[in-house]
T-cell receptor, first 116, second 114 residues
Framework: AQKVTQAQTEISVVEKEDVTLDCVYE???????LFWYKQPPSGELVFLIR??????QNEISGRYSWNFQKSTSSFNFTITASQVVDSAVYFC?????????????FGGGTRVLVKP | DGGITQSPKYLFRKEGQNVTLSCEQN?????MYWYRQDPGQGLRLIYY???????QKGDIAEGYSVSREKKESFPLTVTSAQKNPTAFYLC?????????????FGQGTRLTVV
């Protein structure tokens, strides 16, 4: 069975500070996808980024960047120069490549509060 | 606009009643999912459907039932057998058979037992 752990339950920062969210996962499969989703107060989950287990290259997309390290089973996510609109709950999720569709395994989420 | 519509946004249920949560999508996705979210916790999979007239149990299916008679619709019934139904319910859809595809989510239904 898969497991995703987000040890940080809540992070509070002042606007323009960087925020790094930790995610550690467990799976016996060697091929999988990792995702980050954002859940604003409106409730729906919004897809942010995806990384497959074959590619450990870290990337930056706008103010978002991620650090995938297969050796430590970690998939950390950073918001650079945070803004008040970044306040939300962020979920890390895992999906096996052999799985049909999106039977995502989610972490418990990290609530981010960005203060002006 | 394409997307997923869940209704109602808030739902109140009396003890012993069955209630049905609606989920409709116009994204032409084959696969649809129901997740349950409890306060301070992640999402857990209740049921999923990869194609019309077929669905499978997720991790916490007991006390729930679904149907998939149309591609666009995947209603969830919370039965009286579900002992602790108060939660936030999210419906999602994605292309079938593509584990890398992101799922699209509705805005959720908050169910409260009164």
């Amino acid at each position: 069975a898969q497991k995703v752990t987000q040890a940080q339950t809540e992070i509070s920062v002042v606007e323009k500070e960087d925020v790094t969210l930790d995610c550690v996962y467990e799976t016996r499969d060697t091929t999988y996808y990792l995702f980050w989703y954002k859940q604003p107060p409106s409730g729906e989950l919004v897809f942010l980024i995806r990384r497959n287990s074959f590619d450990e290259q870290n990337e930056i997309s706008g103010r978002y960047s991620w650090n995938f390290q297969k050796s430590t089973s970690s998939f950390n996510f950073t918001i650079t120069a945070s803004q008040v609109v970044d306040s939300a709950v962020y979920f890390c999720a895992l999906n096996l490549i052999k799985a049909a569709g999106n039977k995502l395994t989610f972490g418990g989420g990290t609530r981010v509060l960005v203060k002006p | 606009d394409g997307g997923i519509t869940q209704s109602p946004k808030y739902l109140f249920r009396k003890e012993g009643q069955n209630v049905t949560l609606s989920c409709e999508q116009n994204l032409n996705h084959d696969a649809m999912y129901w997740y349950r979210q409890d306060p301070g916790q992640g999402l857990r999979l209740i049921y999923y459907s990869q194609i019309v007239n077929d669905f499978q149990k997720g991790d916490i299916a007991e006390g729930y039932s679904v149907s998939r008679e149309k591609k666009e619709s995947f209603p969830l019934t919370v039965t009286s057998a579900q002992k602790n139904p108060t939660a936030f319910y999210l419906c999602a859809s994605s292309p079938r058979g593509k584990g890398q595809a992101e799922a699209f989510f509705g805005q959720g239904t908050r169910l409260t037992v009164v």
